[in-house]
């Protein structure tokens, strides 16, 4: 079970989310001031951080960009408690590159569904391997490269991404939904065509004959699949 760092002051909020973490099997640990959190999180390299924003000392938002910055710790997610009223677009994004945020008073349902969500998106990120091959195809995840028959391809960003996903998920069928939801993101309101768009466009650079796909496979109501 994972790790749960809770950085917060007010110590029955504290207390209440710990157990209630605690009745769920995560393991928590708590600190009451920025400081402290930063210190537990190198000692404890914990699976995600509950950051509150107004804390005595180093405030949660500074602290947070500390964390984007820190080698060790940039990988953790961090869930940030927040008072009302505040600008969200200030607390989340690329300001502070926190995950989540949960507007106080926390309801502890709702809090414990946050904390699930998002480590449940951590666990679904495939362990990163630099290379893919599927018979004359080879991608380089790292150096962002494909090639076909030894000779580099030219693909567009999305392009390598929908290549690399469907290589990554060989055999199996994938939906529109589900390329949306790994190649354009979570949050994206792109229209389902613009997958099948890039699809074509991807065949033409490694189909032998686009017309009649031998790699990419179309899959009739559903949507693809890559046989290699
Ligand atoms: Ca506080």
Not at 54 to 81: F, K, N, W, Y
Not at 159 to 170: G, I, Q, S, T, V
Request: hydrophobic share 40%; aromatic share 4%.
């Amino acid at each position: 079970m994972e790790t749960i760092l809770i950085i917060e002051d007010e110590q029955i909020l504290a207390e209440s989310l710990s157990k209630r973490l605690r009745d769920e099997g995560y393991t928590v640990i708590t600190a009451s001031n920025g400081e402290d959190g930063l210190a537990r999180a190198h000692e404890e390299h914990p699976d995600l951080i509950v950051l509150d924003i107004m804390l005595p000392g180093l405030d949660g938002l500074s602290l947070c960009r500390i964390i984007q910055r820190d080698a060790e710790l940039a990988h953790i997610p961090v869930i940030m408690l927040t008072a009302r009223g505040m600008e969200v677009d200030k607390i989340i994004g690329l300001e502070s590159g926190a995950d989540d945020y949960i507007v106080k008073p926390v309801a502890l349902g709702e809090f414990l569904a946050r904390v699930r969500a998002v480590l449940r998106r951590l666990q679904k990120q495939p362990t990163i391997k630099d290379e893919l091959t599927s018979n004359d195809l080879h991608i380089n995840l790292i150096g962002r490269r494909a090639y076909r028959s030894g000779e580099e391809m030219h693909l567009t960003n999305k392009e390598f991404d929908l290549l690399a996903e469907l290589m990554r998920n060989r055999g199996v069928v994938m939906s529109r939904d589900l390329i949306l939801t790994k190649v354009w993101g979570y949050d994206c309101f792109v229209d389902k065509r613009t997958v099948d768009v890039h699809i074509r466009w991807l065949r033409e650079k490694i189909e032998q004959d686009s017309s009649e796909p031998q790699r990419i496979i179309t899959v009739r109501g559903v949507g693809y699949r890559f046989e290699g």
